[in-house]
């Protein structure tokens, strides 16, 4: 569980992770359950109760890469499919 104290504009002040947390008197606050992959980029204060906002975490640089690595290996693999098609005909 993952507690957020936040503003009256839904923008968040602390996070804090764990249980038996201190529930802060006169300020406001949600307890949400983050899910995997996402992120909370704010509270939805327009609606009763709040909720939070979540998006997803960006990808790193080595996620990046290893789907660049991918899909430069998928075209190598069909150009040299197309190659040796080529090669057979002539």
């Known amino acids: 569980m993952t507690r957020i104290i936040y503003d009256i504009t ?7 992770q764990g249980s038996n947390l201190y529930k802060p008197v006169g300020v406001p606050y ?3 359950d983050i899910p995997i992959g996402k992120y909370v980029k704010c ?6 109760p709040n909720v939070a906002v979540f998006e997803d975490l960006p990808k790193s640089e080595l996620q990046t890469l290893k789907e660049e690595n991918t ?11 197309m190659m040796a098609g080529g090669s057979s005909n002539g």
């Open 10 to 16: 839904g923008q968040i002040i602390s996070q804090m």
């Open 30 to 32: 949600i307890d949400v």
């Open 43 to 48: 509270i939805d204060v327009s609606v009763t």
């Open 71 to 81: 899909e430069i290996k998928l075209a190598l693999a069909e150009l040299a499919e």
